[in-house]
């Protein structure tokens, strides 16, 4: 999907390359670990997450190997001294390496929450060090992109969302990416043709002011794109003035209607939509265009959206670019990638614990996984266990707090959130297709009380430890607060 055509294995961090230089030559790279991706703040101040991306980790995994080139270039770089930076017999360790790891996931689409893993990465230290960056880049703003997508969707009230935002995003993957992750969130659609050609995405797109700009007249401009594009004419009415603007638009229609045709839709990109699209509404019902549709953009988003509804706005279609593509107001969901066990080779995995003077940054030990529960159709809470312990009992305890308590009640089922996507180095999962993820994103809001789904100040979902991993962290915590720093 990254249209670079080249090795992409050296997408990540030279820190991560050191530590891999300074494990081999002092031999931990013989360990093996256990990671886990997560993030510790819903994004957007709301009250979900929608996992994406994962998809394209996987495309990354498959072709992730160091060819010489790769090589040829990391035999270059030289400290600030000038000295050669790795040792050529390390090089030829990494011409060896193989992303020989199991990994679990959660599908794409999945709604998930602060805390707990989306991903989880097991096996020999180095490969799971080197893949600590691009697997947050891949996941991290995928993640974030699909959540927007999400909650405009939400705004939209089942109204077509259109992904409008090619020539504002950042470079030419994050445009395909954030049409991918956007389609996944619940777009109906991107304008971005090369993300279609690619990812199999509807393209969808009406014309530009240049188009009116380029003749004497407006509805001569109208009247040219209809006779070119008869079979999908959305007009773009605002170029000198909106109101003149549908008047031309619905002569069109009648000169498109005298041929068999209809008149798609109108787009209004500036001004007060609201009065606009109503005005726009009347004239059209007026002029026996009921079924066209009225299309609005300019620098949309989900509050913008919500409060064009709650005015009453009679826009039923709406494209949404900046906003959307470049995450808005959040730049990124801070996800991070934490060892939470070590091993060595053939013995029982140890687990490992990061401390921090913020509560939120406190990691959680162990081979961690998420069993969600259903009660009487609506998620009840998520519980995060450690595999080699199993479920203790269906209490969760807040890890942010452990004062907040939930107990499942009997009678509820459950599903376990992680599934494995890749073993000892193979892939074992097969993503489905981009619209079956875009329809699991829906079926999994759809199991969250409406309050969690809200914009202002939303319910905080249950999400907690099973009582015996708090009871192993809470011992680790105050076990490495009296242990002397060396």
Same mark, same amino acid.
């Given at each position: 999907? #990254?249209?670079?055509?080249?090795?992409?294995?050296?997408?990540?961090?030279?820190?991560?390359?050191?530590?891999?230089?300074?494990?081999?030559?002092?031999?931990?790279?013989?360990?093996?670990?256990?990671?886990?991706?997560?993030?510790?703040?819903?994004?957007?101040?709301?009250?979900?997450?929608?996992?994406?991306?994962?998809?394209?980790?996987?495309? %990354?995994?498959?072709?992730? $190997? %160091?060819?010489?080139?790769?090589?040829?270039?990391?035999?270059?770089?030289?400290?600030?001294? *000038?000295?050669?930076?790795?040792?050529?017999?390390?090089?030829?360790?990494?011409?060896?390496?193989?992303?020989?790891?199991?990994?679990?996931?959660?599908?794409?689409?999945?709604?998930?929450?602060?805390?707990?893993?989306?991903?989880?990465?097991?096996?020999?230290?180095?490969?799971?060090?080197?893949?600590?960056?691009?697997?947050?880049?891949?996941?991290?703003?995928?993640?974030?992109?699909?959540?927007?997508?999400?909650?405009?969707?939400?705004?939209?009230?089942?109204?077509?969302?259109?992904? %409008?935002?090619?020539?504002?995003?950042?470079?030419?993957?994050?445009?395909?990416?954030?049409?991918?992750?956007?389609?996944?969130?619940?777009?109906?659609?991107?304008?971005?043709?090369?993300?279609?050609?690619?990812?199999?995405?509807?393209?969808?797109?009406?014309?530009?002011?240049?188009?009116?700009?380029?003749?004497?007249?407006?509805?001569?401009?109208?009247?040219?794109?209809?006779?070119?594009?008869?079979?999908?004419?959305?007009?773009?009415?605002?170029?000198?003035?909106?109101?003149?603007?549908?008047?031309?638009?619905?002569? #069109?229609?009648?000169?498109?209607?005298?041929?068999?045709?209809?008149?798609?839709?109108?787009?209004?990109?500036?001004?007060?939509?609201?009065?606009?699209?109503?005005?726009?509404?009347?004239?059209?019902?007026?002029?026996?265009?009921?079924?066209?549709?009225?299309?609005?953009?300019?620098?949309?988003?989900?509050?913008?959206?919500?409060?064009?509804?709650?005015?009453?706005?009679?826009?039923?279609?709406?494209?949404?670019?900046?906003?959307? #593509?470049?995450?808005?107001?959040?730049?990124?969901?801070?996800?991070?990638?934490?060892?939470?066990?070590?091993?060595?080779?053939?013995?029982?995995?140890?687990?490992?614990?990061?401390?921090?003077?913020?509560?939120?940054?406190?990691?959680?030990? *162990? #081979?961690?996984?998420?069993?969600?529960?259903?009660?009487?159709?609506?998620?009840?809470?998520?519980?995060?266990?450690?595999?080699?312990?199993?479920?203790?009992?269906?209490?969760?305890?807040?890890?942010?707090?452990?004062?907040?308590?939930?107990?499942?009640?009997?009678?509820?089922?459950?599903?376990?959130?992680?599934?494995?996507?890749?073993?000892?180095?193979?892939?074992?999962?097969?993503?489905?297709?981009?619209?079956?993820?875009?329809?699991?994103?829906?079926?999994?809001?759809?199991?969250?009380?409406?309050?969690?789904?809200?914009?202002?100040?939303?319910?905080?979902?249950?999400?907690?430890?099973?009582?015996?991993?708090?009871?192993? $962290?809470?011992?680790?915590?105050?076990?490495?607060?009296?242990?002397?720093?060396?």
């Amino acid at each position: 999907m #990254v249209p670079y055509g080249q090795s992409l294995t050296l997408l990540t961090d030279l820190y991560q390359l050191t530590m891999a230089s300074a494990a081999w030559k002092s031999g931990a790279d013989e360990r093996e670990a256990v990671f886990h991706l997560l993030f510790r703040r819903a994004p957007f101040g709301g009250g979900f997450t929608i996992a994406a991306g994962l998809a394209t980790a996987l495309d %990354f995994l498959s072709g992730w $190997r %160091f060819g010489d080139d790769d090589l040829e270039y990391l035999r270059s770089v030289r400290t600030a001294q *000038g000295e050669t930076l790795f040792e050529a017999a390390f090089l030829d360790y990494l011409r060896r390496l193989e992303p020989k790891l199991d990994i679990d996931a959660v599908p794409e689409g999945t709604a998930v929450f602060p805390q707990e893993p989306i991903l989880r990465v097991s096996g020999p230290v180095v490969p799971c060090m080197l893949l600590e960056t691009p697997l947050l880049t891949l996941l991290n703003f995928q993640t974030l992109i699909a959540t927007k997508a999400a909650r405009v969707c939400l705004a939209a009230r089942g109204e077509p969302v259109l992904e %409008f935002g090619l020539r504002r995003a950042q470079g030419v993957d994050g445009a395909i990416s954030a049409a991918r992750a956007a389609f996944i969130g619940g777009c109906a659609g991107t304008s971005n043709v090369l993300a279609g050609k690619l990812l199999g995405i509807p393209v969808s797109g009406t014309h530009a002011h240049s188009w009116v700009m380029l003749f004497d007249g407006q509805r001569e401009a109208f009247a040219e794109y209809a006779r070119a594009m008869p079979h999908n004419v959305v007009l773009l009415v605002d170029t000198y003035d909106s109101a003149r603007g549908i008047d031309d638009a619905i002569e #069109v229609g009648r000169m498109l209607r005298a041929q068999g045709r209809d008149l798609t839709g109108v787009r209004l990109d500036s001004g007060d939509l609201a009065w606009l699209s109503i005005e726009a509404r009347k004239k059209l019902d007026a002029a026996g265009f009921e079924k066209t549709n009225i299309l609005a953009s300019n620098e949309l988003d989900e509050h913008l959206i919500e409060s064009l509804k709650l005015q009453g706005a009679r826009i039923n279609v709406w494209g949404v670019g900046t906003r959307l #593509v470049t995450g808005g107001d959040e730049a990124a969901l801070g996800g991070v990638f934490k060892l939470s066990a070590v091993r060595e080779p053939g013995g029982r995995f140890r687990p490992r614990i990061k401390l921090s003077e913020q509560t939120a940054k406190i990691s959680v030990p *162990g #081979v961690l996984q998420v069993r969600r529960f259903i009660a009487n159709g609506e998620a009840a809470g998520d519980l995060i266990y450690d595999v080699e312990d199993g479920v203790s009992a269906p209490t969760l305890i807040d890890p942010l707090d452990p004062t907040r308590r939930k107990t499942i009640p009997p009678g509820a089922t459950h599903l376990d959130l992680l599934v494995p996507v890749w073993r000892g180095g193979q892939q074992v999962y097969r993503p489905p297709p981009l619209p079956e993820s875009r329809a699991h994103t829906q079926s999994q809001l759809a199991l969250f009380h409406p309050g969690i789904k809200r914009f202002v100040n939303p319910h905080t979902y249950p999400v907690g430890l099973d009582p015996v991993l708090h009871e192993r $962290r809470t011992r680790m915590i105050l076990e490495a607060r009296k242990r002397p720093l060396s």
